[in-house]
Antibody
Framework: EVQLVESGGGLVQPGGSLRLSCAAS????????MSWVRQAPGKGLEWVSV???????YYADSVKGRFTISRDNSKNTLYLQMNSLRAEDTAVYYC?????????????????WGQGTLVTVSS | QSALTQPASVSGSPGQSITISCTGT?????????VSWYQQHPGKAPKLMIY???KRPSGVSNRFSGSKSGNTASLTISGLQAEDEADYYC??????????FGGGTKLTVL
């Protein structure tokens, strides 16, 4: 069964750091594109970052320079290192396998999603 | 990147059909056939319902269908059922390896 389980969320002060993990089972993280998507309390979904199977990484403007997506192939796990956290980064963070168009290489859609982990940035 | 525009809410009675629109620009919805739709029940993770504008994943009811015209994509749910009550989000590839989501639509089954 394909499954994603996030962990690492919690309460952190503004300016602080946190690393989220997303453990995958049923498929190989390094052979797939993988993304992080977040949802602020009571708000909509916001794409955060994607890592391609080849290792290229891309970010939303709102987190560029502060967040880093990475993976550990030996642990089949995706990560999101979040630095210089702000109150507006408060959200549930989801990881998701990201399908792509074979011919263009463009990422297309997200499936499945993990259950999410809550990050709260507050003093 | 601005969010795609969706109606905040739609409603329908059991058995009826509803359509949720998702309006973007030529840089996202209009520029690529990479629109997807997600269903989210309260407290749950999003679930893929439609991908590549109109394709339905295995296991998703054929009551769900998608289409696109110009810069606007649409999700139609026919034969509304109580369990369809949820939030729905559209998403589009927006170039340069980025994505943009819609603001979400709350579907109420009356």
């Amino acid at each position: 069964e394909v499954q994603l389980v996030e962990s690492g969320g919690g309460l952190v002060q503004p300016g602080g750091s946190l690393r989220l993990s997303c453990a995958a089972s049923g498929f190989t993280v390094s052979s797939n594109y993988m993304s992080w998507v977040r949802q602020a309390p009571g708000k909509g979904l916001e794409w955060v970052s994607v890592i391609y199977s080849g290792g290229s990484t891309y970010y939303a403007d709102s987190v560029k320079g502060r967040f880093t997506i990475s993976r550990d192939n030996s642990k089949n796990t995706l990560y999101l290192q979040m630095n210089s956290l702000r109150a507006e980064d408060t959200a549930v963070y989801y990881c998701a396998r990201t399908y792509y168009d074979f011919w263009s290489g463009y990422p297309n859609w997200f499936d499945p999603w993990g259950q999410g982990t809550l990050v709260t940035v507050s003093s | 990147q601005s969010a795609l525009t969706q109606p905040a809410s739609v409603s329908g009675s059991p058995g009826q059909s509803i359509t949720i629109s998702c309006t973007g620009t030529s840089s996202d919805v209009g520029g690529y056939n990479y629109v997807s739709w997600y269903q989210q029940h309260p407290g749950k993770a999003p679930k893929l319902m439609i991908y590549d504008v109109s394709k339905r994943p295995s296991g998703v009811s054929n009551r769900f269908s998608g289409s696109k015209s110009g810069n606007t994509a649409s999700l139609t749910i026919s034969g509304l059922q109580a369990e369809d009550e949820a939030d729905y989000y559209c998403c589009s590839y927006a170039g340069s390896s980025t994505f943009v989501f819609g603001g979400g639509t709350k579907l109420t089954v009356l």
